[in-house]
T-cell receptor, first 114, second 109 residues
Framework: DAGVTQTPRHEVAEKGQTIILKCEPVSGHNDLFWYRQTKIQGLELLSYFRSKSLMEDGGAFKDRFKAEMLNSSFSTLKIQPTEPKDSAVYLC????????????FGPGTRLLVL | QQKVQQSPESLIVPEGAMTSLNCTFSDSASQYFAWYRQHSGKAPKALMSIFSNGEKEEGRFTIHLNKASLHFSLHIRDSQPSDSALYLCAVTGYQNFYFGKGTSLTVIP
């Protein structure tokens, strides 16, 4: 079975640009997560979907971050407008059932905002 | 809001040593506890998980959970250089889940 795929793997953006990150979860998984990872803050949850419904919109990340799940096999994370502090690794993960099962992570997108 | 904390932040051990990593949580109703390992530049990958109090062993790895003391741990027997990575603990509560910030482990040959 294919794992979680993410594109692009690397992204460089100018401050103020709009960028869209893409994720394809493991086939058959009900739950999809978007995280941001930095050395200082660790893993921060941005959004969480269960069966395509948005369950968690990331609180403090709501203003400029918007995740969508267009169908059960594809999700996007839009950052608009980007700021230098958004430079981080963005990870997508999926799970059959987050309550009692592990999450399977994609390779991540490394974003640099200049 | 659940608080999940890991200790130590970083650890350096010689090859062959026993390594112990700790994770504390604040919600006694938490249901599911897991450890993830993340090698440098790679995605986190689930290592082991446990639901109920006690111990679970898989190869060189043992996970121990004590819900009453709000603590669970990962023990690595005969640590290898390939075990060098960031170790993340994860705790699932009622309608929420949290990751710790991680322990960076370096195993020196």
């Amino acid at each position: 079975d294919a794992g979680v795929t993410q594109t692009p793997r690397h992204e460089v953006a100018e401050k103020g640009q709009t960028i869209i990150l893409k994720c394809e979860p493991v086939s058959g998984h009900n739950d999809l997560f978007w995280y941001r990872q930095t050395k200082i803050q660790g893993l921060e949850l941005l959004s969480y979907f269960r069966s395509k419904s948005l369950m968690e919109d990331g609180g403090a990340f709501k203003d400029r971050f918007k995740a969508e799940m267009l169908n059960s096999s594809f999700s996007t994370l839009k950052i608009q407008p980007t700021e230098p502090k958004d430079s981080a690794v963005y990870l997508c993960a999926s799970s059959p059932d987050w309550v009692q099962d592990t999450q399977y992570f994609g390779p991540g997108t490394r974003l640099l905002v200049l | 809001q659940q608080k999940v904390q890991q200790s130590p932040e970083s650890l350096i051990v010689p090859e062959g040593a026993m390594t112990s990593l700790n994770c504390t949580f604040s919600d006694s109703a938490s249901q599911y506890f897991a450890w993830y390992r993340q090698h440098s530049g790679k995605a986190p990958k689930a290592l082991m998980s446990i639901f109920s109090n006690g111990e679970k062993e898989e190869g060189r790895f043992t996970i121990h959970l004590n819900k009453a003391s709000l603590h669970f741990s990962l023990h690595i027997r005969d640590s290898q250089p390939s075990d060098s990575a960031l170790y993340l603990c994860a705790v699932t509560g009622y309608q929420n889940f949290y990751f710790g910030k991680g322990t960076s482990l370096t195993v020196i040959p």
